[in-house]
């Protein structure tokens, strides 16, 4: 079966003929346009998340942030209470790796303290 990613890389002339304009500068003048800084429970912005030049794979930190985030406003947890309680964090680990192991051949990162901070910041917004 052929994937998203591998069916996109087959076709650039049909992407190009389709989507003329969306080239990687489109894209980043489409996203700096709609940019909205997140602010804290202060009401002051929140600044970037600290990364790791060893940092191998942003998707799954993106998608363990998800869905800690989403399990600990499911059950009324903080950030901390959720990292802190093994079956949540397990369980958003889990998620977030058979998800992106569903499109990529990927493993585990170490990188789940970026997660935690995106988590932190996709909680404080609500």
């Known amino acids: 079966m052929i994937t998203e990613r591998t069916f996109a890389a087959s076709f650039p002339d049909f992407w190009l ?5 969306l080239t990687p500068s489109c894209v980043h003048l489409l996203n700096v346009g709609y940019e909205e800084h997140l602010k804290g429970s202060n009401h ?7 990364t790791s030049d060893e940092t191998r794979d ?7 942030a998800y869905h800690l985030a989403r399990v600990a406003f ?4 903080s ?11 397990s369980t958003a680990q ?3 790796f058979d998800l992106i192991n569903r499109y990529e051949d990927n493993g585990q ?3 789940i303290e970026e997660a935690k901070q995106i988590c932190e910041r996709l909680l404080s917004s609500f």
């Open 58 to 64: 942003v998707a799954i930190i993106s998608e363990f």
């Open 94 to 96: 889990a998620a977030a």
């Open 109 to 111: 990162g170490e990188t």
């Open 17 to 21: 003929e389709l989507l003329p304009l």
């Open 74 to 77: 499911s059950r009324g947890l």
């Open 44 to 50: 002051h912005e929140l600044g970037p998340v600290n």
């Open 79 to 89: 950030v901390h209470e959720a990292f802190e309680d093994g079956s949540v964090l």
